[in-house]
């Protein structure tokens, strides 16, 4: 089955600054990457997602890459402000979701004032 | 639209009892899915379904039973709950085609003694 890494468990940037988080993927099939956001006691909320026919998708700060070749998507989040404090995983699936969700571990992302 | 109401909130059980975590959504979404979340582990898959009467096994459906018989709920049934079953599951919506993505809902917390 699928397998999802995520990388790093555990990430620190000033305000202001930009934070990135990997993932590579194993399943070459997998065709829809989405991120969430979890924040304490409550369930993940979808911040972006991107399918295998687009290389990059942006909404506003965040912004997804997608490399089909190397099996690798990366969140990219600008200006980050104390609100995005929070635990972000990825997933992956394979039936554009119809499946259910493989997701990584998690980094918790942590925005020092 | 209530999204997607998951109850209990929280719930002890004794080992060997048996329980159903409910699950519906007012969305009209095909797909559900079930999650149990642990720390350090991310989310991971019990079970999923496309639509009503049609269900499957996840990564992790040793314990669990799950039926669709409506499109609007998705109960998940330990049979005989065992201290490994403590966790927080979710349960997660999204429309056919995963347009908008899953939408979780606030989880179940469960404690097995």
């Known amino acids: 089955g699928e397998n999802v890494e995520q990388h790093p468990s555990t990430l620190s940037v000033q305000e202001g600054d930009s934070a990135v988080i990997k993932c590579t993927y194993s399943d070459s099939a997998s065709n829809y990457f989405p991120w969430y956001k979890q924040e304490l006691g409550k369930g993940p909320q979808l911040i972006i997602d991107?399918?295998?026919?687009?290389g990059e998708k942006k909404d506003q700060r965040i912004a997804v890459t997608l490399n089909k070749t190397a099996k690798h998507f990366s969140l990219h989040i600008t200006e980050t402000q104390p609100e995005d404090s929070a635990v972000y995983f990825c997933?992956?699936?394979?039936?554009?979701?119809?499946?259910?969700?493989?997701f990584g571990k998690g980094t918790h992302l942590i925005i020092q004032p | 639209n209530a999204g997607v109401t998951q109850t209990p909130k929280f719930q002890v059980l004794k080992t060997g009892q048996s329980m159903t975590l409910q699950c519906a959504q007012d969305?009209?979404?095909?797909?559900m899915s079930w999650y149990r979340q642990d720390p350090g582990m991310g989310l991971r898959l019990i079970h999923y379904?496309?639509?009503?009467?049609?269900?499957d096994q996840g990564e992790v459906p040793n314990g669990y039973n799950v039926s669709r018989s409506t499109t609007e709920d998705f109960p998940l049934r330990l049979l005989s709950a065992a201290p490994s079953q403590t966790s927080v599951y979710f349960c997660?919506?999204?429309?056919?085609?995963?347009?908008?993505?899953?939408?979780f809902g606030s989880g179940t917390r469960l404690t097995v003694v």
């Open positions: 379904s496309v639509g009503a009467g049609i269900t």
């Open positions: 997660a919506s999204s429309l056919q085609g995963n347009l908008g993505g899953y939408t």
């Open positions: 991107i399918r295998s026919n687009v």
């Open positions: 969305m009209n979404h095909e797909y």
């Open positions: 997933a992956a699936s394979r039936g554009g979701g119809a499946d259910g969700l493989t």
